[in-house]
């Protein structure tokens, strides 16, 4: 009995709950599966490796995703005051953004849609490794 009311009082000591610290590009020019295939890359990453990749990478969506990358890494080094360099890619994801329609003139009088996607990217890192 009186170890059982020794575990009690003593309390687990938990670590602290990584902190996510996040930026997001909304409105971005591609579709969320262009962008959601260079983001697959990076994720996972040591931040400044995942920065090294897309500066290498020839899409598009390399840009847009580097430049998020830096935004959500100046925000843990300003905000939080976590260093760049231990700093990893927890969440990198392109969601849908809002479609843009747009009409072209087809045959007999007609008009086709065009369908112009965007695409919402994110990108959270955390301390780590």
Known sequence: ????AKTKQQKP???KPAVLV???AKMVRM???KAGRVLKLIRGKKALEGLTILQFLPHSAARAAEKVLKS???NAEHNNKLAKENLVIAQAVANGGTLMKRWRAG???RAMRIK???SHIKIAVREGR
């Not at 009995?1 to 059982?4: G, K, L, Q, V, Y």
């Open 1 to 4: 009995m009186a170890e059982a």
């Open 13 to 15: 000591k938990t670590e």
């Open 22 to 24: 996040s930026a997001e």
């Open 31 to 33: 579709s969320a599966l």
């Open 72 to 74: 959500a890494m100046a």
């Open 107 to 109: 045959g007999k009088g």
């Open 116 to 118: 112009k996607y965007t």
